[in-house]
């Protein structure tokens, strides 16, 4: 029943193709700019910005950014557009991933810090306040600290995947970076093979 009114929906939606156009444009700068540090970047991403401006609808999904990717859910958040924007293609309804990350929030208490489950008790990372409060989360630079959390978070990394993880951390979360651009960075590496299109304010 609940696939059924999603489908209905998408198939009702007509945008306007010249809007859908500088959309398009302003999505495709932006994940030019977060793949350029992706060796080859995304053609799946790149394939989707084209199906997206063809005509094809947006299944979006979105965060605020954080430390380390922020909570567990976000991924979550991003995985489920990648499988609804699947199953509705897969329906004959052209589909495609789009994840909004919110740089624009204020509260940089409430980003700078993420807690890993390890060795079976909570482990906390946290990044000290640089610059002036009150700006966009988006906008404020990591700073020196960057380098040494991310060698404390690679280090608690095991298992298969664990270093490829740990070298997505190190290339994403570097001291000259924002909250905005690692964040970003993050997952346009984690999803690169999904096409996740990736969608902000500034960064």
Request: charged content about 25%; aromatic content about 8%; glycine content about 10%.
């Amino acid at each position: 029943m609940y696939k059924r009114q999603v489908q209905d929906v998408a198939r009702s939606l007509d945008y306007p193709a010249e809007r859908r156009k500088e959309v398009v444009a302003a999505l495709r700068d932006i994940n030019h700019n977060l793949a350029a540090a992706n060796p080859g970047g995304s053609t799946a991403t790149e394939c989707n910005l084209e199906r997206l401006e063809n005509g094809a609808v947006a299944v979006v999904s979105g965060q605020q950014v954080g430390l380390f990717g922020g909570p567990a859910y976000a991924f979550y958040k991003a995985l489920s557009a990648i499988r609804m924007a699947e199953e509705l293609t897969e329906a004959g309804i052209n589909a495609v991933p789009v994840f909004w990350m919110a740089t624009e929030d204020h509260d940089l208490d409430e980003v700078r810090h993420v807690s890993w489950f390890h060795a079976g008790k909570l482990t906390r990372f946290e990044l000290p306040v640089e610059g002036m409060p009150g700006r966009p989360v988006g906008r404020v630079k990591l700073g020196a600290a960057m380098e040494a959390l991310v060698h404390s978070a690679s280090e608690l990394l095991t298992g298969a995947g664990s270093e490829r993880v740990a070298r997505i951390l190190g290339e994403s979360y570097r001291a000259e970076e924002t909250y905005g651009s690692a964040f970003g960075k993050l997952f346009a590496r984690v999803f690169a093979e999904n096409g996740l299109i990736l969608s902000l304010i500034h960064i």
